[in-house]
């Protein structure tokens, strides 16, 4: 069984940093690709990065770029993504989910079957 867990988030000041762990268990991550996603109320669950562990491949957002980054474990299953420089329009809850294979350049989220259960990042202005 796929299971997935993320951990990390909480409540931040403009500016501030965050690190968000997914942890990944019950099957073989070596084969998979880890998609970082974030959603507000009303509105899409959009791409934020990824990280494949089949084949190094990443994405990242351009949103985000130069102020996240991301980084896998293979030996502890887990991809990190590192928040620095957050911003209020960062504020989302935050999900990773799994995909066989490599990031695609524009990850969409009905290509993920499997998701963690979200962590709430919010950042104050």
């Known amino acids: 069984e796929v299971r997935l867990a993320e951990s990390g988030g909480g409540l931040v000041q403009t500016g501030g940093s965050l690190r968000l762990s997914c942890q990944a268990s019950?099957?073989?991550?070596?084969?998979?690709?880890i998609g970082w996603f974030r959603q507000v109320p009303g509105k899409e669950r959009q791409a934020v990065s990824c990280?494949?562990?089949?084949?190094?491949?990443?994405y990242m957002a351009d949103s985000v770029q130069g102020r996240f980054s991301i980084s896998g474990d293979n030996v502890k299953g887990t991809v990190y993504l590192q928040m620095n420089s957050l911003k209020p329009e960062d504020t989302a809850v935050y999900y990773c989910a799994a995909i066989i294979g490599y990031c695609s350049p524009y990850p969409m989220s009905y290509e993920y079957d499997n998701w963690g259960q979200g962590t709430q990042v919010t950042v104050s202005s």
């Open positions: 019950g099957f073989s991550f070596g084969k998979y690709a």
């Open positions: 990280f494949s562990f089949s084949d190094g491949s990443t």
